[in-house]
């Protein structure tokens, strides 16, 4: 094995293997996930990056009773920009069928396409058992999802407990938890300090305000301008309204989940805040951007600032580590940097991408889902997935924080996404009505009432809009 | 001003091709945008600052992509079997189904071919829940049987309602000569009718064919694993991975993706020109 291992590694030193190769010859040769983890933090391209700890396996335990499954474990996972990372979840998920003596059948897809699967799941009681969703879609299918709070509550006491946002996804009024957190893409704002400096800033904005100052200098100096979407972009769409929403003091509803209080001072300073930095700063492409378009706005040097995972910073690598990649690649590449988000008035609030996974009741194998998820979970399995993911899928518990292998630890230019799960929260926040959340964030009345602020509709218009569609919902 | 018979035919025919180049310019520029974009390389399609209608450094990397690290070959196979399947499945029952309401008098015959006409406006995103439940049912969920059967629920009321007209615009007289010459109906019906139907059947099997292979939302929900899924969800599923498109491989994919369609069209070509102007010369 060691053998195997050596003349694995030397492949994958010399460049004569790609790491998604690399995860699948290793594991087909019997290396332990946690040696691949070691091996590929050894081997990463970034200088920085250290070896990882192999978490040790605890001593003492007793070996659970061996799950059953009808049929086969079929589940729908989300899948990462990082080819290497949805190898490692295919690796771990035959793994364990391969120790339980199961068939596993394990097939990722996008974030729409799994709220679509999900959906034809609830509804005809047929489908994967296990399936991984957004945000508060938990709750919506509340009561057909099998009780994971045994799973989940072992988790959090093993790694440091979980955060609020967590809660906020997976625990109804009821204290259940209906799903099982499973990670977020850590956001933030991505910006290249090479134009900063160039209009006088040597450091990313801390407020709004100074962002909006900032945006106005650029544009003065014709220099590639603001962009963040204000179209239905799931993600980053999302993340920006909200977080815009919330930052100024708005809320959709009040803490008791029924009384819509979008209609407020707070809403309007938010709706004409967003307005100006649209009119001053931004863009106009903005109003059509999809998840991908910001990626691809930066990417090609087209915007100064966006907000995104780290999938920018990655994508921006790989094109400068083409051979003979013009020096613009690598400018750019070398300028971009990553920052919190600015504060608002009330502080600093993020929408967060999360997923959780969620074990629909009409399963025959809910308790292989719960046996499998236990399994995914734990650190030997987590590690090496969270370490190729370069903080787009990090786990919702504390104690990963400050773990030598993760991303933000090892990496310099990923360090501000560092526990960005703190500032995190779910559409509907801070009341806990998770479904009418998730109806209002489908209908994207949130996006829409600050798109049509910066298309022509007055501050007071939009939010009276917003008000009477919110409390269609609140009802 | 008088024009030369010359000049007019010179006039007349500038203006023609102008036209026909017009269209066919912007018919192909999608073909050319889809070769142009899966052989650049990422500096190109990110970065360059060069003319982004043409490739200055051409690379077969997102081919080599698509073919070694996805199941390409796989999800095509999966595309061709379930669209040859649901294509003649739906093909043999709208046409007797058309003969049957075109032909036959019998009480109701109107409504129900109204009917199947409405059936086909339904959209999929309607049908596709009732239809969960009937694969959940039959135990087909994940199996490339529960599209070959869904896909006819789309595809026999267009290709009904289609033949119908091809039907009905074909003189009854022909049939009962047949008859009084000791045919029965079927045999009329397969060796008068349906030769005559030719252009008619091959334009409703193309079509029907070309719905196949795009459908997205009953591939999307009914099947799971790669070696079952159809071109364009494995497409999807394994090329826009989060908010990071693979452009290169994506063009590639939808590239090659089309050259079936387009084999058979350049096939069948001037029979569906006929079937798509039959209706328009009859009197």
Redesign the interface.
């Known amino acids: 094995m060691e053998q195997i291992d050596r003349s694995l590694v030397k492949r994958l030193q010399e460049g004569k293997m790609t790491r ?1 190769e690399f995860i699948v010859t290793a594991a087909a040769a019997g290396v332990s996930l946690s040696g691949i983890a070691g091996i590929l933090a050894s081997c990463a391209p970034t200088p920085t990056a250290t070896a990882v700890p192999v978490a040790p396996k605890p001593a003492g335990t007793v070996a659970p009773p061996k799950p059953v499954v009808t049929d086969k474990l ?1 589940m ?1 996972l989300r ?5 290497e990372g ?1 190898e490692v979840l295919k690796v771990v998920a035959q793994q364990w069928g391969k120790e339980n003596g199961v068939s596993v ?1 394990v ?5 729409g ?1 799994l709220q ?2 999900a959906g ?1 799941a609830a ?6 058992d296990i399936v991984e969703v957004f945000v508060n879609t938990p709750h919506v299918y509340a009561e057909k999802l099998a009780d994971m709070s045994d799973v989940a509550n072992e988790l959090g006491a093993k790694f440091g407990g979980w955060y609020d946002l967590a809660k906020e996804a997976c625990v109804p009024a009821s204290g259940k938890w209906i799903g099982l957190p499973r990670f977020y ?1 850590a956001h933030c704002i991505v910006y290249r300090a090479d134009l900063f400096k160039q209009v006088g800033h040597d450091k990313p904005a801390e407020t709004w305000d100074e962002l909006l100052a900032i945006g106005k200098k650029l544009k003065e100096k014709k220099l590639p301008p603001l962009g963040f979407s204000l179209a239905h972009a799931v ?2 769409g999302s993340n920006f309204v909200y977080s815009m929403l919330w930052s100024f003091g708005g809320r959709e509803v009040d803490k008791d989940g029924k009384t819509v209080v979008i209609n407020s001072a707070e809403t309007a300073k938010a709706i004409d805040f967003v307005r100006t930095l649209f009119q001053e700063t931004m863009t106009p492409a903005v109003l059509q951007w999809t ?2 378009e ?3 706005a930066f ?3 087209e915007v100064a600032v966006t907000n ?2 780290s ?1 920018i910073w ?2 921006a690598r ?2 400068q580590s ?1 051979v ?3 020096k ?2 690598v400018d ?1 590449f070398n300028g971009t940097q990553h920052a919190l988000y600015p504060a608002g008035p009330a502080g600093r609030l993020l929408f967060t991408e999360m997923m959780s996974s969620i074990v629909f009741s009409y399963s025959k194998n809910v308790d292989a889902a719960k046996a499998f998820l236990r399994y995914l979970n734990d650190r030997p399995q987590m590690d090496p997935w969270v370490q190729a993911n370069l903080t ?1 899928c990090t786990p919702l518990l504390k104690g990963y924080e400050e773990l030598p292998l993760m991303p933000w630890n090892s990496i310099p230019p990923l360090r501000p996404f560092k526990a960005a799960a703190q500032y995190g929260h779910l559409p509907g926040y801070p009341s806990t009505n998770g479904r009418a959340a998730g109806e209002a964030f489908n209908k994207w009345i949130v996006h829409d009432m600050f798109a049509k602020a910066c298309t022509g509709t007055s501050t007071k218009d939009a939010i009276v809009w917003a008000e009477e569609q919110l409390k269609k919902i609140y009802k | 001003m008088q024009f030369s018979r010359l000049q007019r035919k010179i006039l007349r025919g500038s203006i023609v091709y102008l036209g026909l180049a017009f269209f066919v310019v912007i018919m192909l520029f999608p073909f050319y945008w889809m070769v142009i974009t899966s052989i650049k ?3 190109e399609l ?2 360059s ?1 060069q003319n982004p209608l043409w490739v200055f ?1 051409p690379t077969p990397q997102h081919y080599i992509y698509l073919f070694q ?1 996805t199941p390409f070959v796989t999800w095509l196979t999966n595309s061709l079997l379930v669209a040859i399947v649901s294509t003649s499945v739906s093909l043999f029952i709208g046409t007797i189904a058309a003969y049957a309401l075109a032909r036959l008098r019998f009480r109701g015959a109107q409504v129900m071919g109204m009917s199947i006409f409405i059936t086909y406006l339904v959209p999929t995103t309607l049908l ?2 009732p239809l ?2 009937i ?2 049912n039959l135990g087909l ?2 199996h490339p049987v529960a599209l070959m059967i869904t896909y006819p629920t789309f595809l026999v009321p267009f290709c009904t309602w289609l033949l119908m007209g091809y039907f009905k615009g074909i003189p009854k007289d022909l049939e009962e000569c047949a008859t009084v010459d000791g045919a029965t109906r079927i045999q009329a019906l397969i060796y008068i009718i349906l030769p005559l139907m030719l252009p008619g059947l091959v334009s409703a099997g193309l079509f029907a064919f070309t719905m196949s292979w795009n459908e997205f ?1 009953y591939a ?2 009914f099947t ?3 070696s079952v899924k159809t071109l364009p969800v494995g497409i ?3 090329l ?6 693979f452009w290169g491989s994506l063009m590639a994919a939808a590239l090659l993706g089309s050259v079936p369609i387009a084999i058979l069209y350049s096939f069948f070509l001037e029979y569906y020109v006929k079937g798509m102007t039959a209706g328009a010369v009859k009197g």
């Open positions: 998604r079929r729908k899948s990462s920009f990082i080819t949805n059948e097939d990722l897809a996008g974030m396409d679509t699967i034809t509804e005809t009681g047929a489908g994967p893409a993600g980053d998840d991908a910001n990626n691809r990417v090609s040097g995104n995972a999938s990655w994508q790989n094109v083409i003979g990649a013009p613009n690649a750019l787009f | 390389p990422d500096v990110y970065l600052k450094n690290k596709f829940l969960a439940y694969i959940r969920y994940d939302i999307l929900t799971q694993s790669d999807v599923a394994q826009v991975l989060g908010d990071v498109y």
